[in-house]
Nanobody
Framework: QVQLVESGGGLVQAGGSLRLSCAAS????????MGWYRQAPGKQRELAAS???????NYADSVKGRFTVSRDNNKNTVYLQMSSLKPEDTAVYYC????????????WGQGTQVTVSS
């Protein structure tokens, strides 16, 4: 089992910044992908950004140039630095760790609310 604990959400004005953190504990598979997904009210959950244990990153087009995903493998922690936030970034942000070739190794955090006011 893997536990994911997220922190850093909150309320911010448009144009502001927030940093999310997610720490993983338990049975950590060495080669994994950690990422942030978000779900706005009435919408499907979507990828915001992800990063592999080797450092390869993937971003949604809507956040490119504004969000930066990073990780500390020694701490099994992934970060999401969000800048130039827009009201449309308002969502619950979920942390995920998974191994693409191991379908059963797929864990999610409980989610943290990010609200951007206009």
């Amino acid at each position: 089992q893997v536990q994911l604990v997220e922190s850093g959400g909150g309320l911010v004005q448009a144009g502001g910044s927030l940093r999310l953190s997610c720490a993983a504990s338990g049975r950590i598979f060495p080669s994994n992908v950690m990422g942030w997904y978000r779900q706005a009210p009435g919408k499907q959950r979507e990828l915001a950004a992800s990063i592999s244990s080797g450092g390869s990153t993937n971003y949604a087009d809507s956040v490119k140039g504004r969000f930066t995903v990073s990780r500390d493998n020694n701490k099994n922690t992934v970060y999401l630095q969000m800048s130039s936030l827009k009201p449309e970034d308002t969502a619950v942000y979920y942390c995920r760790i998974h191994v693409p070739w191991e379908s059963e190794y797929d864990y999610w955090g409980q989610g943290t609310q990010v609200t951007v006011s206009s």
